[in-house]
């Protein structure tokens, strides 16, 4: 039986890792990451999964070592699959795969390359995104794709309501297409490089609100970093911090950041207004309903 070396992480890679086990797939090593103890880890162990099956299973890197690219050179693996694994793999090791190793993208490609795609797509506004299956190279998520499936974004909808999707199409993708990348015959279709884009990783404080751009503008990052990611947020000026998960634009106006009314919470943007629909101050309980706690014409920053 062809044997199968998996990069894997996060909820995507466990739903690729399960997809494989569950199509009765050899899988041989499963590479992961130790989990981050300052990360909220909202999404299912690889590692878990990989050891429920037996299967050996490393958190070391190739910048760890020479031991990972050794043991891949024992397996000599028939297929290597990356699935939101968060470091690049060097082409040295993806050579040792004889049918060719392949990434499992959380975009369509070719935008939305590189970090956080579904995150990135919502903040700007996107109204759909997908996963792409892609050949490796050595360049981040620039090889020929295999193939994609469509994933849409409805107005309200958050990165973690997106990520389910993108979970489910990103199962349906590996099974149409795992006989074929296992015999070789997997299709190669060149990428667009004028339509490429490249987003790099969020960090917590990306999440501040900018009230001097439209409130469409702020809804949207609101949708982006909503639970379970850090959350949007803007600071008051007695020093505590507000942080909003639900909110909607409206019309309004008035200097930006500046509170419009308090119940229902409502901020001046530089193009109408937002108001709060779930908020809480940082050490609080979130909340849905009632006055803000800060008087009109506060300001927040």
């Given at each position: 039986m062809p044997g199968?070396?998996?990069?894997?992480?996060?909820?995507?890679?466990y739903a690729c890792l399960d997809e494989l086990l569950v199509r009765g797939h050899?899988?041989?090593?499963?590479?992961?990451?130790?989990?981050?103890?300052?990360?909220?880890?909202?999404?299912?162990?690889v590692a878990d999964r990989a050891k429920q099956a037996g299967i050996e299973t490393t958190t070391l890197d190739?910048?760890?070592?020479?031991?990972?690219?050794?043991?891949?050179?024992?397996?000599?693996p028939d297929l290597i699959l990356s699935a939101y694994y968060r470091r690049m793999i060097p082409t040295r090791?993806?050579?040792?795969?004889?049918?060719?190793?392949?990434?499992?993208?959380?975009?369509?490609?070719?935008?939305?390359?590189?970090?956080?795609?579904?995150n990135w797509a919502i903040l700007n506004g996107e109204t759909r995104i997908g996963v792409t299956l892609h050949h490796m190279v050595k360049r981040a998520d620039a090889g020929d794709m295999v193939d994609w499936e469509v994933v849409d974004i409805g107005?309200?909808?958050t990165t973690a309501d997106v990520t389910v999707k993108c979970v489910a199409a990103a199962r349906v993708v590996l099974g149409r297409q795992i006989d074929a990348l296992l015999a070789g015959t997997a299709p190669r279709i060149p990428q667009d490089e004028s339509q490429a884009t490249y987003f790099g990783g969020r960090k917590p404080e990306d999440g501040r609100i900018d009230w001097t751009g439209p409130a469409q503008r702020v809804v949207n990052l609101v949708r982006a970093?909503?639970?379970?990611?850090?959350?949007?947020?803007?600071?008051?000026?007695d020093g505590r911090r507000l942080f909003v998960w639900r909110a909607r634009a409206v019309a309004g106006s008035g200097a930006p950041g500046t509170v419009l009314a308090s119940d229902p919470p409502t901020v001046a943007a530089g193009e109408g207004a937002v108001v709060l629909l779930r908020w809480q101050w940082a050490g609080e309980a979130k909340r849905e309903a009632g006055p803000l706690g800060l008087a009109t014409g506060a300001r927040l920053g």
């Open positions: 199968i070396v998996v990069f894997a992480y996060s909820e995507v890679g050899d899988v041989r090593l499963v590479a992961t990451h130790a989990d981050d103890p300052g990360e909220n880890k909202w999404f299912r162990s190739a910048k760890d070592g020479p031991w990972l690219e050794n043991r891949i050179a024992q397996i000599a090791i993806l050579a040792h795969a004889k049918c060719g190793a392949v990434n499992m993208h959380g975009s369509l490609l070719p935008k939305y390359r590189g970090r956080a795609p579904a107005p309200e909808e970093v909503a639970e379970p990611y850090p959350g949007a947020f803007a600071d008051a000026a």
